[in-house]
């Protein structure tokens, strides 16, 4: 079964570096999450789209930034990264008014700043 | 906005015990609770998840309780494996995938061989 894909798995950027990180959701899935998972630490909602608006924001700093395409994939810009933005960062899907709503969570991209 | 306590923080039992793990939510709009198991470096897997319209709900050795009015709701592992060991997230939501998942702080637990 197709699953949440994210890319890269792995990146690793200087401070006050840009970094791009992608999500495709489950075919069909209408809504994407935006987690941060630092270490020890549970995921902490950033952002969310449903149907390409946004419909939820968290604690998402503002030189973070979100959309999401038509094609339902997002990405996540991240400007002028400092040092405490290093750690996984997961997005999950799912569709709005479904019966079966748990998330399904991408592999999640480790960043490294450096 | 929603706010859920995880407690115990690190679980050990012995192979083959119990083990429960417990949560608190705030928000009473909240009625879908689902539950991740994250292993070192992996994404959280939901494992078992619960609807405010059913008390408890089991699948093999997992079981999880919903105490509405206490709002609070529980994960049951028995007879405990090694491979069970991971960190694990109880969460919760308001229904129909609209709203963010809320996950409590995580436990990590340790079976023992």
């Known amino acids: 079964a197709a699953g949440v894909i994210q890319s890269p798995r792995h990146l690793i950027k200087e401070k006050r570096e840009t970094a791009t990180l992608k999500c495709y959701p489950i075919?069909?899935?209408?809504?994407v999450y935006w987690y941060q998972q630092g270490p020890g630490q549970d995921p902490q909602f950033l952002i969310s789209?449903?149907?390409?608006?946004?419909?939820d924001k968290g604690s998402i700093p503002d030189r973070f930034s979100a959309q999401q395409f038509s094609d339902y994939h997002s990405e996540l810009n991240m400007s002028s990264l400092e040092l405490g933005d290093s750690a996984l960062y997961f997005c999950?899907?799912?569709?709005?008014?479904?019966?079966?709503?748990?998330?399904?969570f991408g592999s999640g991209t480790r960043l490294t700043v450096v | 906005g929603e706010n859920v306590e995880q407690h115990p923080s690190t679980l050990s039992v012995q192979e083959g015990d119990s083990a429960v793990i417990k949560c608190t939510y705030s928000?009473?709009?909240?009625?879908?609770f689902p539950w991740y198991k994250q292993e070192l470096g992996k994404r959280p897997q939901l494992i078992i998840d619960i609807r405010s319209n059913v008390g408890e709900k089991k699948d093999q050795r997992i079981a999880v309780t919903l105490n509405k009015t206490a709002k609070h709701f529980s994960l049951h592992i028995t007879e405990t494996q090694p491979e069970d060991s991971a960190v694990y997230f109880c969460a919760a939501s308001y229904s129909g995938g609209y709203q963010k998942v809320t996950f409590g702080t995580g436990t990590k637990l340790q079976v023992i061989p």
């Open positions: 789209f449903y149907e390409k608006m946004q419909s």
């Open positions: 075919p069909r899935h209408d809504t």
């Open positions: 928000d009473s709009a909240s009625n879908y």
């Open positions: 999950a899907s799912t569709i709005v008014g479904s019966d079966d709503y748990g998330y399904t």
